[in-house]
Structure formats: C-alpha cells, structure tokens
C-alpha cells in the first residue's frame, strides 16, 4: 500500500466505525525514541496485541524500522508474536514462566523473564536438561512490589552467584513506578536501587545488559538509559510525560457513523438512567460506537467526539453498548446526518483528550478498542 496520511483514507461505505492505525507512525516513534536513548538498545513492548492495535502487523514494522528485540506479557502472546518476526529477534516475555512451562517458551522462541530465585532455579534445570547456557533476564524489583526478586532475594543471589550458573546472562532489568512524573522522588530511589543492585550481582550476572526504561523513563535522561530501554506505550502515541508537550507521532484515528439524529423538546431526558435532561430543544445524534466497542462507559455525560468541521459534539446521556448520544446542535452547514462520520479518537479528539474524559489514560483507551471496527492500517512499507 501507498503511504496514506489520514487525510485521505477513504471513508468505508458500510462500516459503522473505522480504526485507522498509522504503522509508519509507530516505525517513527520508534526511531524517535531509539535516537533519544542511543547509544543504548531501544526495545519495543507489543504486549497485549500491542496495546490492541494489532501485533501482526505492529511487529513486523518495528522490525523493519531496525528493532530486534521485543517483549510481550504472556507465553501464548510470544507464542502468536513469533509467527511475525524474522529469526533474529529475540522475544522476553515480562509476567516470566508459569511452573513447568519452561520449556514452552524455549519452544517459543522466547525467554522468560525471571522474576524469583524460584523460577531462577527451574529455569536453569531447563538448561541443564537440554545442555545449553540459556540466555538469563533477570527482573528485581526496586519499588513496584509486582514483578522481581525482592530484596531480600537479591541480597542471597549477590552472595551466591553460582545460583545463576549454566545461564548465559543477557540482561539485568527493573522498572520504574512514576517515571511519567520527572520530579517524583521514587525515580531516583529507584535508579539509586538499581544501579546498587547491578553492582552487587555483577558476579551471578557478568557482562549483562542493564535496563530500567520504559516509555517515560526514556525522557528522565540519559542516566536512565543503562543499555537497553524498552517503551510500549510511546510508540502508540501516548505521551510519556503528563506535564510536557507529546513528541510523538498519533498513530490512532477512530470515527464512528452517525446513525440517526433527532430533536427533543426542553425536559425530554437522554438514554438509560435518564441522566441527562434537555434544558432547552436540542439536536441529539446518536454515534455508532459503545462500551463494547471500548468507548468507556466512565466518558457519560463528560466525554465528546468531533465533526468533521471540528466541532465538538458533548456526550449527552450514559454510554450505550452499542451507542453513544451527542449534542449535534452546533454543528454548522446542514448540520450532522445519518451516515456521516465523526471522529471520536484523532487530531480533533486527542487520545490524552479521550482518557482524561473517561478519568484513565490512553493505555487504558488503547487496549480496551473493540473488535467490531473496519481496520485500516496505513504505511508501514509492506503490500498488505
Ligand atoms: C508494560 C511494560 C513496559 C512498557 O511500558 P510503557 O509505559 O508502555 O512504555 C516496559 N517494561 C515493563 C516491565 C512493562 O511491564
């Protein structure tokens, strides 16, 4: 396919809502980000379908934008992902290996990641069953309480290092709790937690990578960087710090049909619950998109879309399942119609607009869209 802006995609003629995601987009946040980190290794997390825009195809323009390492959450997403991408891309997969699935995942093609001295153990008798120095990521866990060693199995592995032999060692990772707040003081506790940690298990780790950067930690500074980072988020538009202006690129656009309009008299009320009552006649659009589509039912009465003029079109009423209410009224020309588009994620509809309307963040908005959207994906260098 040509590269399409989002300008001219052509409207579908049936669908009632359609996703556009923007691959090239998402190959120049990566470059953006990877530049920013240099001289470190800039990894990208698809965890959770890549953030629901669809790792089959996210994937394999990541890798050809030059990234070759890539994490998911899951075992079976590594799983699917590994369908996707050349040889040469190592896949680690975060939550680390369920007991006895260790195998699997070498299997996979993948590596999990370990997070206890439990899994440790099993991970190396893996190795030593098939003979091989298995690569060895380990995450400790300097401030999250979910995912790591706790310290007080750090401190035992510091002094037993050969608990990790027969492991190639290949990284040494933690990650940050409040990295998208550059002034919180966790961010460096944490760095001082992590770098005092990589010294101590320079020995059960020698020569590993060190990561603690995800998205926002890329934009605390080089200091953050160690060898590899690792964004998810940033990569898919989402800004890495709530006070700063976004560098990157948008990658999401949604838009929705207009199914029906009508007008109501001072007093009728507005969808379930009646939440909503007109305080004068007013011009009420209905928009083919729901809670089942992942338009939260949190935007009630607070969220808006856009028309194609750039209005925007207030929520009036609770999210529906399958619909959402608007206030059609100061729509220009002719007003809005049956069959029109209007944009509910976009330029006019930002996705840190969209979240901040439904009290979550653009993560939260990203990995809930529905199935039930015509997907466009534009660019990317492929003839898909
Ligand atoms: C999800 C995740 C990331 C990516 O985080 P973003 O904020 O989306 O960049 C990186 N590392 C770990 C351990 C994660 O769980």
Redesign the pocket.
Known sequence: MARASFEDTAEPTAAQAALSIDLDAIAANWRLLAARAAPAECAA?V?ADA?GLGVARVAPALHRAGCRTF?V?LLAEAVALRAHLPADSRILV?NGALPGTEAAHVAAGAVP?VNSLGQLAAWRAEAARRGTALPLVL?IDTGMAR?GLPPSECAELAGRPELAHGLAPAIL?S?LAC?DAPSHPANETQLARFAEAQERLAAALPGAAASLA???GIFLGPRFHFDLV??????FG?P?TASAPNPLRAVVRLEARCVQVRRIAAGDTVGYGATWTAPHPTTVATIAVGYADGFLRAGSNRGACCAKDGTILPILGLVSMDSITVDAGPVGEGGLRAGDMVEVIGPGRRLEHVARDAGTIG?EILTSLGGRYERHYLGGGDAA
Request: hydrophobic share 55%.
């Open positions: 997390v965890k953030y994490f959450a975060l990641v995450q995912f990772m990650h990295a995800a998205s926002s690792r964004p998810g988020a940033a990569l989402v890495p993560y």
